[in-house]
């Protein structure tokens, strides 16, 4: 996280600050009227990765979710044994694009709608 913070804002080290940084990960994730969230969006459409504040929110979910202490316990498939669970997370991965995709058009919805909404309510004052 400190290499994401460092990348996206250079600067000496003991001028940035990690729980800073993870709170504006936060609040730029989450945060936000519909404008905001239109502008989120389009400034990803044609992003090749996301930008690092986001990149902390995601691995902060990923070792909050337990995943990265498995790792480090070596609780993982190795190369030379079979993985009988290969095909769950195949499913697993597909699910979870599924979620992603939907959750993005949900939020794109909501943010057209509520700009339609305002828009509108802008004709009756």
Same mark, same amino acid.
């Given at each position: 996280? @400190?290499?994401? %913070?460092?990348?996206? !804002?250079?600067? +000496? &080290?003991?001028? %940035?600050?990690?729980?800073?940084? /993870?709170?504006?990960?936060?609040? =730029?994730? $989450? !945060?936000?009227?519909?404008?905001? $969230? ?9 992003? *090749? ?7 902390? &929110?995601?691995?902060? #979910?990923?070792?909050? &979710?337990?995943?990265?202490? @498995? /790792?480090?316990?070596?609780? =993982?498939?190795? $190369?030379?044994?079979?993985?009988? #669970? =290969?095909? $769950? ?7 979870? =694009? *599924?979620?992603?995709?939907? +959750?993005?058009?949900? %939020?794109? *919805? ?9 828009? %509108? ?5």
């Amino acid at each position: 996280m @400190r290499a994401m %913070m460092k990348m996206a !804002g250079g600067g +000496d &080290s003991h001028e %940035m600050n990690l729980p800073d940084f /993870i709170q504006q990960a936060e609040e =730029y994730r $989450q !945060g936000g009227d519909v404008a905001d $969230q239109v502008f989120k969006v389009l400034n990803l459409v044609f992003q *090749t990765h996301p930008f690092y504040v986001l990149r902390v &929110s995601e691995l902060r #979910a990923w070792v909050e &979710s337990g995943d990265y202490d @498995r /790792i480090l316990r070596g609780e =993982y498939a190795r $190369q030379d044994e079979p993985d009988p #669970a =290969y095909q $769950q997370d195949l499913r697993e991965a597909a699910r979870a =694009y *599924t979620d992603e995709a939907r +959750d993005f058009l949900d %939020m794109m *919805t909501g943010a057209v709608r509520r700009m339609g909404q305002d828009f %509108m309510g802008g004709f009756g004052r």
